[in-house]
């Protein structure tokens, strides 16, 4: 069974910093992108940013100002965010996601780690 589980999340200050963690099982995602997606309260889910199987990454035009960075380990079957400068506004739950490589889009998601920034 494929699981993608997510870590990291947690209470911070504005200013502060996050590494989020995403350990996938089940399979091998070396060869698949994964991505980080983002639900803040009474707002729809949104993209973060991804990275393929190379380590090329792509981030939503609302994080290109460089506060998070998305890396991947595939040697440990996970992918990382990490955030730094957060604000309120960061305020949300976190989900990794995985493609199968089988079908577009991505396929298996993770439950989710909460992130709330305090101001």
């Known amino acids: 069974q494929v699981q993608l589980v997510e870590s990291g999340g947690g209470l911070v200050q504005a200013g502060g910093s996050l590494r989020l963690s995403c350990a996938a099982s089940g399979r091998t995602f070396s060869n698949n992108a994964m991505a980080w997606f983002r639900q803040a309260p009474g707002k729809e889910r949104e993209f973060v940013a991804t990275?393929?199987?190379?380590?090329?990454?792509?981030y939503d035009a609302h994080f290109m100002k460089g506060r998070f960075t998305i890396s991947r380990d595939n040697a440990k079957n996970t992918v990382y965010l990490q955030m730094n400068s957060l604000k309120p506004e960061d305020t949300a739950v976190y989900y990794c996601?995985?493609?199968?490589?089988?079908?577009?889009?991505?396929?298996?998601w993770g439950q989710g780690t909460q992130v709330t920034v305090s101001s």
């Open positions: 996601a995985a493609e199968s490589g089988l079908a577009s889009g991505y396929t298996y």
């Open positions: 990275i393929s199987w190379s380590g090329l990454r792509k």
